[in-house]
Each structure stands twice: as structure tokens, then as C-alpha cells.
């Protein structure tokens, strides 16, 4: 009975472990469009001011 206990506790380590791993990456990604967002709409900013 251990073992199948451990197996399903290691099973679901790994799923919760994939799924940060899937969010973390997915917030990567976020900030990368947030800051290129922010560049471009200071460029776009000093542009209009000249």
C-alpha cells in the first residue's frame, strides 16, 4: 500500500512541478511583452514630445 502511496504523491509532485514550470514560463513571457510594450510607448513618448 506505501509504495502506491508514494507513487501517487511522486506523480502528483511532478504534474504540480510541470504546471509551475508551465506558469513561470508563461510570466516570462508576460514580462517580456510588458517591457517591449513599455520601450515602445517611451520611444513613441519622446517622438510626440519632439
Do not use: P
Request: aromatic share 8%; proline share 0%.
Amino acid at each position: 500500500m506505501r509504495s502506491v502511496e508514494g507513487a501517487l504523491v511522486t506523480r502528483t509532485t511532478s504534474a504540480a512541478n510541470r504546471m509551475g514550470e508551465n506558469i513561470s514560463a508563461s510570466n516570462r513571457h508576460l514580462e517580456h511583452v510588458y517591457s517591449s510594450f513599455q520601450t515602445t510607448w517611451k520611444t513613441k513618448e519622446t517622438r510626440w514630445e519632439r
